[in-house]
């Protein structure tokens, strides 16, 4: 089975829930783009840090409209629904030559 997109919907969550489910996926994505970095730092100490900043750069700005977002929600009643749309893709290219492998 070659899976593309999942779709998860939520409805009716309270704002404050909604804004830490939102926040969590971006800061995780955060803390892995440094954890990378750091990973290929500690193998070459000359890599750049120009493709992180970029990254980081997107995702503190993504955060910000979040924030903002949820910000601007305060003064409502409603509630939030919520759909995350999950795409993926395989680089089969990858593991090539291990299923080629045998004994």
Same mark, same amino acid.
């Given at each position: ?8 919907? *939520?409805?009716?969550? *309270? !704002?404050n829930q909604s804004k830490?489910?939102?926040? /969590? +996926? ?5 803390? @892995?783009? @440094? ?14 840090? *120009?493709k992180r900043d970029q @990254? +980081?750069?997107? +995702?503190?700005?993504? !955060? ?8 601007? +929600? ?10 995350? /749309?999950?795409?993926?893709n395989v680089d089969e /290219? @990858?593991?090539?030559?291990?299923? *080629?492998?045998?004994?």
């Open positions: 089975m070659n899976l593309n997109e999942v779709i998860i919907e *939520e409805s009716g969550i *309270e !704002k830490e489910i939102i926040l /969590s +996926l971006i800061n995780n994505q955060i803390k @892995k783009q @440094k954890f990378q970095y750091r990973s290929e730092w500690e193998r070459d100490h000359t890599v750049s840090t *120009e @990254k +980081l750069k997107a +995702l503190y700005e993504k !955060k910000a409209q979040v924030e903002k977002f949820f910000e601007d +929600l305060l003064t409502s009643n409603n509630s939030v629904d919520i759909t995350l /749309s999950i795409h993926t /290219s @990858k593991f090539h030559g291990v299923l *080629e492998y045998s004994n």
